[in-house]
């Protein structure tokens, strides 16, 4: 965390109007990273600073402006409630037994996977409802990046051939 604060302050020296930061926090532990986006958040009053990283908290509690890049091109722009509302309808919640549930997994792109007793509760990022009990739901940072960079599309795809 030392190493990373001094190379923010050697950053700031000059006063730029730019900062570019790639992974700021990766690699520190919860409080460290916590105290990083602070000192992230703020030294960008008054600059425009770049984050990269996949630490998608970060980019929750950080950033203003998101733009998701993929293979060079921008394929989502926007406020946190801007890029989730572009996938919403996609994600869907579905309670189903354990061998379902990996059957799914192996199918779809999974946001969240969480045994609750004898059933498995799957958070699923999918064009179309994943199975008619699914039900839709509130759509988060993690559920874009999936959407984005988990190639949904390529899922259905492989649905419709039986892959």
């Known amino acids: 965390g030392m190493l990373r604060r001094l190379g923010i302050a050697q950053a700031l020296l000059n006063d730029p109007e730019i900062v570019v930061l790639d992974e700021p926090t990766s690699g520190l532990d919860p409080k460290e990273r916590?105290?990083?986006r602070n000192i992230i958040s703020a030294m960008s009053k008054g600059r425009i600073v770049?984050?990269?990283?996949h630490i998608v908290s970060d980019v929750?509690?950080?950033?203003d402006e998101i733009l998701l890049m993929?293979?060079?091109r921008i394929v989502g722009q926007g406020s946190v409630a801007d890029v989730t509302e572009n996938i919403r309808g996609k994600v869907w919640e579905y309670e189903a037994e354990a061998e379902e549930a990996l059957r799914l997994n192996d199918i779809y792109p999974v946001s969240n996977l969480k045994n609750e007793g004898d059933r498995v509760r799957l958070r699923i990022v999918s064009e179309e409802r994943p199975h008619e009990g699914?039900?839709?739901a509130e759509p988060g940072l993690e559920d874009v990046y999936?959407?984005?960079f988990e190639e949904v599309s390529e899922h259905?795809?492989?649905m419709d051939r039986g892959i």
């Open 134 to 136: 699914a039900l839709p």
């Open 50 to 53: 770049i984050l990269s990283t």
């Open 70 to 72: 993929k293979k060079g």
């Open 156 to 158: 259905v795809d492989h």
């Open 146 to 148: 999936l959407y984005y």
């Open 60 to 63: 929750e509690f950080i950033a």
């Open 34 to 36: 916590i105290r990083f």
